[in-house]
């Protein structure tokens, strides 16, 4: 099968809605927009609290925060791997090849992202608004609510990192979900697999709907950040 | 019992404040009774900006006493005194949400919020500009929407910091009206300011500081037509920079 025909076929798969096509999709988004909402349910407010509490040592978390933010998926899906296997401490929870796993090692990959961006942003939010905040009595922990509110376009533009970075990898959801047809395989693994097989229409299809999401993505951190301009200035 | 109706006056003494080894704020007492404007007034760095924030509580003293009427200058749990900034602090908000912010810390409820923060733009002229993002106003338009935030708090005393010394002298002239409009209504205003002109303009009381200390503590007339020391002659006369 030459190129082109490859190219026909995928678009064939895309447009005609195939079931199986459609699953690994479907599968794929609920396990990372999962792992983005768990990360960011954590990461926001721990990223503020980072950003407005004081304590012996709190520059050497913000520099592994920020260094896990490159933290390689495969590693962080080794993690989750060694935590849920049969001898591991969470192994008797029996997680380990389902959708629930792949949640916690993208979770864990968006986590540091989260935490990072928000702690920045935070930390810049409050040198500008402290002086007033204080005035009206919220102190400490009380001025985070609003720093979070204020902060809301760009934490956003945060959020949406985490998602282009848990959609993209395919390292973590390999080991941990093991790319089982129709239960743990994504549209990362698929194409990994197909591939190698040489089933190229499907992986190109995949390709396809995974870059389509990848513009889809950035089309709205534009837009999150034009709105956030117009309303913040 | 004696009912505590009010937080004034307000009595400070022998204020302090340090910082890098350096005396800012150097013994400085005075005492603010109901109503009036007061106008602490000096050279930059003389300490004005910092009197007022120890006042108001936004920083420690590192020695002496703020002592007020009641409490910490709450009464019935609500704090009396609000701040206006040189450089208004607005919140990624509308004008209207930026008003209703402040009223929710001071534990307004939700439609009490609505209605009295609808009123103190209505007071200063901000209808119109309710749902616009207070950070794309004009600098004179942020620094009403500051002093309209402070005024829906129901103040009893206003500490302003310097509040014209950003703005052209049409927002200028407006801040001052307003500023005239508070003290016919009954709150007391407490001014930091370096403008001459303006000190002349809106000062029932001039505290008159230089490197930390209270040189002169005067009437307003008095002040400017004979001031007793030779610091506020020099700075009247503008020879006096620092």
Redesign the interface.
Known sequence: MDIAQSFAAAFALILGADPAFLAIVRLSLAVTLTAVAVAALIGLPVGALLALSRFPGRGAVIVLVNALMGLPPVVAGLLVFLLLSRSGPLGPLGLLFTPTAMVCAQAILVLPIVIAITRQLVEDLHGEYREHLASLGLTGLRAIPTLLWDGRFALATAILAGFGRASAEVGAVLIVGGNIAGYTRTMTTAIALETSKGDLPLALGLGIVLILLTLGINAVTYAASRVGARFAG | MRETTSVLPLAVSDLTFEAGGKRLVDGIGFTIPRGGLTVIIGPNGSGKSLTL?LC?G?IAPSAGAIAWAAGEGTLAGH?RH??V?QKP?M???SALANVE??LA??GAGWSERRSRAREALDRFGLTDKADR????MSGGEQQRLAIARAWALRPEILFLDEPTSQLDPGATRQIEQMILALKAEGVTLVMATHDMGQARRLADRVLFLHRGRLVEDAPAETFFSGPASAEARAFIAGDLVW
């Open positions: 924030r108001h936004l704090k609000a701040m900034f602090v919140l990624r908000r912010h402040a810390a001071a993002p207070a950070r794309l």
